[in-house]
């Protein structure tokens, strides 16, 4: 493992269980102190769970630290960390300034304290102007703004997002992305994020950590997991359009069968006609003029999106291939091309999904 300079969270065979369902199966995970780690998965995988037990809103199994503390037993006002929603939990009532101030209120805290905190959140949120507004004359974008100001104030060791930006239009999605992104480059705290959007994930994060059925399946830079995953889950779930994941043969002596053609690689330890899986992202496929190590395809349509455009093709035993072309000429549903991609750029899995090259 690598070396850690110092350990914002750790979590050491953490469980938990609805009755008899257990939801997140002994979780060890060592986060960085002020890195972003992105927790990203499918609906239902544990996100928000695990997300829940650090902040100890759930009593939880195995041990918690932050900071070199341990906090298992701890409430969640004692554990240093604040978190946002994605449905706001803005009190309605209140201004903008009192939802900011509330918590620090409830503490004691004194005035003159309140009014710094508050006013140099709103300065990094850039809400100054609304502090005088409800929550109910805010948009929605302003309205998460406020929810993470009401985090920025309590100056906590650890942020804990859980989907703060699933509530809001895809274009704003994108400018609050930037946001935190920016907030955390000026806070410098460790933030943990959660989201099923692999695009949040792989632009946030400096650690993504994916989850699938309560269970880590793979942790690593954007880079890391993008470029070699560990499975074919985290093949198909991390990159959109997603990997092309094809079924194929192994014929031993360096040959994979795919659909009607062949390809060469290098695979160890396989019996020749065992089933394998040949991931290729639609960005590493090439159009050639024909084979060897070319699969011959027909191409169904064509999406245009200006920089890019999407072919859908479908190989000779009806498999599915989309190829991600940056340029050249168009080529006309119906037509008849070869497909490969550089030797380097294929993943190949085993019939359980595992990589094996
Ligand atoms: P995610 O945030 O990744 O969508 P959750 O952590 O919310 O997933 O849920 C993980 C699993 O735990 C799901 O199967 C969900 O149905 C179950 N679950 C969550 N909360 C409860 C609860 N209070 N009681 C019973 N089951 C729950
Ligand atoms: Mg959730």
Known sequence: MRELDRIGVALNGVRKSYGALQVVHGIDLTIRDGDFVVFVGPSGCGKSTLLR?????????????????????????????????????????????????????????????????????????KIAHLLDRRPGQLSGGQRQRVAIGRAIVREPDV?????????????LRVSMRVEIARLHRELGNT????????????????????????????????????????????????????????????????????????????????????RIVVGMRPEHIRIVAGGPDAVKATVEFTEYLGGTRYLYCRLGDAQ??????????????????????????????????????
């Open 159 to 171: 942020f804990l997002f859980d989907e703060p930006l699933s509530n809001l239009d895809a274009e």
């Open 191 to 274: 933030m943990i994020y959660v989201t099923h959007d692999q695009t949040e994930a792989m632009t946030l994060a400096d650690q993504i950590v994916i989850l699938r059925d309560g269970r880590v399946e793979q942790t690593g830079t954007p880079r890391d997991v993008y470029a070699n995953p560990v499975n074919t889950f985290v093949a198909g779930f991390i990159g959109s359009p997603r990997m092309n994941l094809l079924d194929a043969e192994w014929r031993g002596s360096g040959k994979v069968r795919l659909a009607d053609g062949e390809i060469g690689a290098c695979l160890d330890s396989l019996q020749a006609g065992e």
């Open 53 to 125: 037990m650090i902040a100890g809103l759930e009593v939880t199994d195995g041990e918690i630290a932050i900071k070199g503390r341990d906090v298992t037993d701890l409430d969640p006002s004692e554990r240093g960390i604040a978190m946002v929603f994605q449905s706001y939990a803005l009190y309605p009532h209140m201004s903008v300034r009192d939802n900011l101030a509330f918590g620090l209120k409830m503490a004691r805290t004194d005035r003159a304290e309140i009014e710094r905190r508050v006013g140099q959140a709103a300065e990094i949120l």
């Open 320 to 357: 599915n291939v989309v190829v991600e072309l940056r340029e050249g000429d168009d080529i006309p549903s119906g037509s008849t091309v070869w497909l490969t991609a550089p030797s380097e750029r294929r993943r190949y899995f085993d019939s359980s999904g595992a990589r094996i090259g």
